[in-house]
C-alpha cells in the first residue's frame, strides 16, 4: 500500500517556475514508477511525465519536453517535477500516481494504483 501527498502548486506569472513534490508512505516506494498527470476545467487528465523505482528512465510528454523535469529522491520517498517557463496552458490540478510496474503503459493513468488527492497550478499570462 503506497499514499501519495503532492505540495508545491500555486500561482504563477508566464514564464515563471514552481517544483511539486510528491511525498509518499511505504518502506517499499523506490520499487514503484511515479507519474505526474494533469487535468484542466472541462478536459480529460492528461501525462505529463513519469520515472522508474530506480529513477534513470524518464518519460516526458512533448508538450513539457525541454521545460518539465521529474526526478526522484528515494532517501525521501518524494518525486519532484520541476516546471520551467510556465504558460497559462499549463494550468491544471496536477497528479503524482504510483505503479508496480515500469513499461510503456506509464504513460496511460489507468495503468496506475495509487493516486495523490491533487494540487492545483494556476499560470497567467
Known amino acids: 500500500q503506497v499514499q501519495l501527498v503532492e505540495s508545491g502548486g500555486g500561482s504563477a506569472q508566464a514564464g515563471g517556475s514552481l517544483r511539486l513534490s510528491c511525498a509518499a508512505s511505504?518502506?517499499?516506494?523506490?520499487?514503484?514508477?511515479v507519474g505526474w498527470f494533469r487535468q484542466a476545467p472541462g478536459k480529460e487528465r492528461e501525462f505529463v511525465a513519469a520515472?522508474?523505482?530506480?529513477?534513470?528512465?524518464?518519460i516526458h510528454a512533448d508538450s513539457v519536453k525541454g521545460r518539465f523535469t521529474i526526478s526522484r529522491d528515494n532517501a525521501k520517498n518524494t518525486v519532484y517535477l520541476q516546471m520551467n517557463s510556465l504558460k497559462p496552458g499549463d494550468t491544471a490540478v496536477y497528479y503524482c500516481?504510483?505503479?508496480?510496474?515500469?513499461?510503456?503503459?506509464?504513460?496511460?493513468?489507468?495503468?496506475?494504483?495509487?493516486w495523490g488527492q491533487g494540487t492545483q497550478v494556476t499560470v497567467s499570462s
Open positions: 500516481a504510483a505503479d508496480v510496474n515500469w513499461s510503456p503503459s506509464v504513460t496511460w493513468a489507468d495503468e496506475y494504483d495509487y
Open positions: 511505504g518502506r517499499t516506494f523506490s520499487t514503484y514508477a
Open positions: 520515472i522508474n523505482g530506480g529513477g534513470y528512465n524518464t
